[in-house]
């Protein structure tokens, strides 16, 4: 089974056969346009030779969501032609593909399917019941809020007021809040009631930072009452959609809601391996290593030997990560132990320089050096650190950090060099960022790393 999202932001496309994935992958990797919203030729083709039959699911309802685009006067969006390559011949709706994204991955059987985001065919947010009975997952729609009320726009909204790029750099603006003061919270209740699918029509009151741990607020407040009607229905919640990659509000509803499972590709993107698993029915063992794949040997005493001579380098090696976080597959690596290497990691990214990394951490000592469950696979919770000034670079001013666990069975060669890492040094932590510039797609090919290190001077393995 084929599953596509395409025509709107971050196109991708996953196949599913004989109850694994067997491929998943994000258009922008080939066409090397950030957030490309469609596919293109060199993505399908990788996909094909995976598929064993004729099925290609779409992970919308065109036409009900044109019925919505005629209602917000986006007539020439209506009638847009998208630029596929592959012909649909199943169709599911927009929260749903979310939905079953989120629970065919997760390890639940029984559980209540939270979907928050911009905007579907009408469904900007969603609770779902999700079974499986007789080995095929059932879902039905218990709640919905219906556009133009939609949280993930207003958020939109508050990052392009504060300069970014909307459906881009909204964890850039989630950043700000470790640097601000919730001085505006019932103007961020306020603008919530608007319709913000064009941007914020009226002038804000204070600074980006102030504005975002207000938002913050106000996100978090709004997440917990959807989160607990959930709750109603079952312990286990899985959440999909783009706002659930807010990583700061994810570890808050961690605390109240601890069976809780986050696919790490839950925005559109993630939305066609859902409308694959749809097609497909049964669960499947999730890994996020699911694209183009580098085949080549990697020694990591060779590549610790790199970060202890240079403090950083590169590892493009194995299959490409399915979402929008390097998990050791397609990262840049750097000693955690000196906040310099923040700067100078933040220089060659091209990032602003208040931006934090994330940890990559042994997962058996994740606990000595942060509050924290005994695993976060995927950087989708933040935590405190116990021991900030022993990984100064990867830990942000609010001593925080986004976490990812690597347990000892994991398939990434960032497992081994993390290893050796603590051999050598007695650290079990390594700076991981992804292997790309500001605005640029991460690293696919072997040859996308090497111009990447010729361009940048950074060593790659």
Request: aromatic share 12%; glycine share 6%; proline share 5%.
């Amino acid at each position: 089974m084929i599953g596509i999202s395409e025509g709107f932001h971050d196109a991708a496309i996953s196949v599913v056969n004989d109850g694994k994935i067997k491929f998943a992958a994000h258009a922008e990797r080939y066409s090397k346009v950030k957030h490309d919203k469609h596919l293109n030729l060199s993505v399908c083709a990788n996909a094909l030779p995976h598929a064993e039959d004729d099925i290609v699911a779409f992970y919308e309802r065109p036409w009900l969501k044109r019925t919505r685009q005629f209602f917000a006067g986006q007539y020439r969006s209506a009638f847009k032609e998208r630029n596929i390559y592959l012909t649909p011949n199943r169709y599911y709706s927009h929260h749903l593909s979310h939905a079953a994204a989120a629970f065919q991955t997760s390890p639940y059987s029984d559980a209540a399917c939270v979907v928050v985001d911009s905007i579907g065919e009408w469904d900007t947010a969603s609770i779902w019941h999700a079974q499986m009975v007789e080995g095929c997952a059932k879902y039905k729609k218990v709640w919905s809020k219906k556009y133009p009320n939609s949280i993930g726009l207003w958020y939109s909204s508050y990052t392009k007021w504060a300069g970014l790029k909307p459906l881009d750099e909204e964890y850039i603006f989630m950043g700000m809040a470790a640097f601000g003061k919730p001085l505006y919270v019932e103007q961020a209740r306020k603008l919530l009631s608007r319709n913000n699918h064009k941007g914020f029509p009226i002038s804000i009151e204070g600074n980006p930072e102030d504005n975002s741990k207000s938002a913050e607020i106000v996100l978090y407040e709004e997440l917990r009452k959807i989160f607990n009607m959930a709750r109603t229905i079952s312990n286990n919640i899985c959440y999909g959609g783009g706002v659930a990659l807010n990583c700061v509000v994810n570890a808050k509803l961690q605390k109240e809601h601890p069976f809780i499972w986050i696919m790490p590709n839950p925005g559109d993107a993630g939305a066609s391996l859902g409308a694959a698993l749809l097609s497909y029915g049964g669960t499947v063992n999730f890994t996020p290593y699911l694209g183009e794949d580098i085949q080549k040997t990697v020694d990591p005493k060779e590549v610790v030997d790199a970060l202890l001579r240079k403090g950083m380098c590169g590892v493009a090696n194995g299959p490409a990560e399915f979402g929008p976080r390097a998990l050791g597959n397609r990262s840049l690596l750097a000693d955690p132990r000196t906040l310099h290497m923040k700067d100078l990691v933040n220089t060659i990214k091209k990032r602003q320089k208040f931006r934090p990394f994330a940890p990559a951490i042994l997962e058996e000592h994740c606990q000595d050096y942060f509050h924290m469950p005994a695993d976060s696979r995927y950087m989708s919770f933040v935590y405190d650190c116990k021991r900030p000034d022993y990984i100064p670079a990867c830990v942000h001013v609010d001593n925080t950090a986004r976490v990812q666990t690597v347990p000892t069975w994991s398939s990434s060669i960032l497992r081994e060099i993390l290893e050796c890492w603590y051999e050598r040094t007695g650290c079990p932590v390594l700076l991981n960022t992804s292997l790309n510039i500001r605005g640029m797609p991460i690293v696919n090919t072997w040859q996308d790393a090497q111009d990447f290190s010729k361009t940048y001077g950074v060593e790659i393995f």
